[in-house]
């Protein structure tokens, strides 16, 4: 069958603890998110939002699979746009893995049909929402903050 | 950083090759590709492709997944985001704080 897939691959100074705090926290999310956060128990077979700062659902599903701090795996389908939430489930893979001083964070997003829209839809979003989160990670702060930054932050300590 | 001014020279490294540029255009273009099907599109031998998939990985602009006995090879555009902060979305600002501002006013608690 066909499938549409991407993947998404940061290094990130960190350990895996802090980052799946970070990607199961709320506050946290917020701050590299543009505001948007998840709402689950993170554990297997509960139910998962994806909701924008207005309080709208945007994206939901369920958690799959739930090993912290290891990998985890959303069923996930977009509930907003008609034509989105027509193509039905996507499942994303988040996987960490340790790596030197670092963690690898590999996000794959997959769907049984190609082409599709809401890859499409997602993967615009994606290495904006990773390369925040790796910035608040290593630096303490996000470049693009929600809704954008009231004022610029000093990119100091890069390459 | 020592180890960021690593990453970025592997980085400029990796896209200062015509043929690694073409590598990204290809899976740009379709994703999840194997290398052989990368293969028909350079004209060079399957070992010169590896090696500059290998440094393309290396640079974290290729991703690759396993799918049984095939390497699924993807654009990771990752670190071409992390060029566009740190030299390009500071232009950008003042016309998205004018929209933030927009916005803030906009939604201004009512009562």
Redesign the interface.
Known sequence: MARS???????I?TTPEKLWLALTDGEFMRAYWFGMHCESRWTAGSAWTLVSGDGQVYDAGEILEADPPRRLVIRWQHQNKPELKAEGDSLCTMELEPTG?AVKL?I?HTIERDPSKLIMAVSGGW??V??NL??LLETGSA??QE????E?AP?E??? | ?A???H??DLLFKALADPSRRKLLDLLYAH??RTLNELCEHLDMTRQGVTQHLDQLEAA?LV?T?RRGREK?H?L???P???IY??WI??FE?PR??A??DL?RRLEKPHG
């Open positions: 897939t991407f993947v998404y691959v940061a290094y100074r001083t590999s794959t290495p904006k990773i390369s790796k910035s470049v693009l809704p954008y930054p009231k610029s990119r300590g890069r390459g | 950083m180890e960021h001014l990453d970025t994703d999840g974290n991703a997944v699924l993807f990771n555009p990752v071409l985001q992390e902060e740190r979305a500071k600002k998205l704080k929209l933030a916005k």
